[in-house]
């Protein structure tokens, strides 16, 4: 109907690069069998497209994009923090190719976004907002070595609170923390700012003398 109504718009799909099967069978000229892994964009995730599917869509599709599971993640997640509108992965898909390389060439261009999809399990939207935030940096685990004499836990979390970031959580494992007596290794989540501030804290870290053994949600 869009392109009926304006030939010169150019219509771009998007689909999950785990289950690229309208993307192949452009390639094919003919719908092909895909292969499908898991996806947050379970309603995009079929191995085929249908044949009368293909038929419509393949004349009128101008570009074709693939999404990864991390942007799917981002995209759901601003949603959801920016417009209040809780979208499922497939029905976020659009945002998600938006957000990539995909949005500077569209830069000061008309865009319109099909949202399309809400139905997403609230047990699902909850590790997809854990996921989402640690991806934009805005929680960040670490595992460092401290003192176990009487204020090294003390010193640890004083470093953390003057650097600005929030304890979520501590593990602290004595039995297996190696052979040390005095030290033990703890495992710690924090609420961060962005990739920068977890640099910062990464910084104060070591001018303080903890190491960082190893560390998720930071690139």
């Given amino acids: 109907a869009a392109k009926a109504q304006r030939p010169d718009i150019k219509i771009i799909a998007v689909e999950a690069a785990a289950a690229a099967s309208f993307t192949a069978s452009l390639a094919a000229g003919e719908p092909v069998n895909a292969p499908v892994r898991p996806t947050l964009a379970d309603g995009l995730a079929v ?49 998600a190719a938006l957000m990539g390389k995909a949005g500077q060439a569209l830069k000061g261009r008309k865009v319109v976004l099909l949202l399309c999809g809400g139905n997403i399990d609230p047990t699902v939207l909850h590790r997809v907002i854990d996921h989402g935030l640690a991806l934009d940096g805005r929680l960040w685990r670490f595992t460092a070595t401290v003192s176990d004499r009487p204020g090294g836990m003390a010193k640890l979390t004083q470093v953390i609170a003057d650097a600005g970031a929030s304890v979520l959580e501590i593990n602290h494992d004595r039995a297996f923390s190696g052979p040390e007596v005095f030290s033990t290794t703890v495992e710690v989540t924090v609420e961060t700012a962005d990739q920068d501030h977890i640099q910062t804290l990464h910084e104060r870290l070591r001018e303080a003398d903890f190491e960082v053994i190893s560390a998720t949600g930071s690139r």
């Fill in 47 to 95: 191995g085929r497209v249908g044949d009368r599917s293909f038929a419509l869509a393949a004349p009128r599709v101008d570009r074709v994009l693939t999404v990864d599971e991390q942007a799917l993640s981002l995209a759901v997640l601003r949603l959801l923090e920016l417009e209040k509108t809780s979208c499922e992965g497939a029905g976020a898909a659009a945002l």
